[in-house]
Nanobody, 124 residues
Framework: VQLQASGGGLVQAGGSLRLSCAAS????????MGWFRQAPGEERVFVAA????????YNTDSVRGRFTISRDNDKNTVHLQMNSLKPEDTAVYYC??????????????????WGQGTLVTVSS
């Protein structure tokens, strides 16, 4: 399974970006999907996750109400709509996929496939 993230860029505070992550290869092994981010000098942290059906989603507290995760299984794609962006959202954003069909996790250890990351920079 390969994951290709896209959609990052430079945006002013208060603006919006939509990240996408396309899965290819053995996509039958892809179930839950998630987004993590790593700010400069910090560890990678959980942002959002979604179940295979899309019926369950989880967001970290700092993005709740601003970020929305969604997926299109016909296109093997997951999206992260980011609104009301803040400078503290600046980070490299990574998409990840779980090969087990279970309640989506917030832990890196439960994701088996990772994309290369896309940089989001929010200016003040």
């Amino acid at each position: 399974v390969q994951l290709q993230a896209s959609g990052g860029g430079l945006v002013q505070a208060g603006g919006s970006l939509r990240l996408s992550c396309a899965a290819s290869g053995r996509t039958s092994d892809v179930y839950g999907m998630g987004w993590f981010r790593q700010a400069p000098g910090e560890e990678r942290v959980f942002v959002a996750a979604i179940s295979w059906s899309g019926s369950k989603t989880y967001n970290t507290d700092s993005v709740r109400g601003r970020f929305t995760i969604s997926r299109d299984n016909d296109k093997n794609t997951v999206h992260l709509q980011m609104n009301s962006l803040k400078p503290e959202d600046t980070a490299v954003y990574y998409c990840a996929a779980d090969r087990w069909n279970r309640v989506p996790s917030t832990s890196e250890a439960d994701f088996h496939y990772w994309g290369q990351g896309t940089l989001v920079t929010v200016s003040s």
